[in-house]
């Protein structure tokens, strides 16, 4: 599975999602931001779900109809959760997530909402 993570996202979640096998891309790491617009198209461009912490990026995709390939967005996680919960996520939700879902998790709580039409 391959993923951009927002800057917002813990490195150490990016190191330990690595360690799990998957392709990550971390926007932490670039010399500088792009913005929302361009993160959220290079994710789409490269088949990249997106996780991040920040709303900007599900309002972009919903009301401005920006394409996307899946969205992850973690709300009151803490970085020692951010690695586990995207795991848990992806191997409940990959389906949803590949089709252009986007998923807000929560403490003990996911929310999906269906890609749209």
Same mark, same amino acid.
């Given at each position: 599975m391959?993923l =951009?993570?927002d800057s917002? &996202?813990?490195? +150490?979640?990016?190191s330990? =999602? ?5 392709? @990550? ?7 500088e ?8 198209a %290079?994710? /789409?461009?490269e088949? %990249?779900?997106l @996780? +991040?912490?920040?709303k900007?990026f599900?309002?972009?995709a &919903? @009301? %401005?109809g920006t394409?996307?390939a899946?969205?992850i967005?973690? @709300?009151n ?5 951010q690695?586990? +919960? ?5 191997e409940? /939700?990959?389906?949803? =997530?590949?089709?252009g ?9 996911? %929310?999906?909402?269906?890609?749209? +039409?």
């Amino acid at each position: 599975m391959k993923l =951009l993570l927002d800057s917002c &996202i813990s490195g +150490t979640a990016a190191s330990e =999602l690595r360690a799990a096998g998957l392709d @990550v891309l971390y926007a932490g790491e670039w010399n500088e931001d792009p913005g929302d617009d361009e993160i959220l198209a %290079r994710a /789409y461009e490269e088949c %990249r779900i997106l @996780v +991040t912490l920040d709303k900007d990026f599900g309002e972009l995709a &919903i @009301v %401005r109809g920006t394409a996307h390939a899946g969205i992850i967005r973690l @709300v009151n996680m803490s970085a020692k959760q951010q690695a586990l +919960t995207c795991l848990q996520i992806l191997e409940r /939700y990959s389906q949803e =997530l590949g089709a252009g879902a986007i998923v807000t998790a929560e403490p003990g709580y996911a %929310r999906i909402r269906p890609p749209q +039409t």
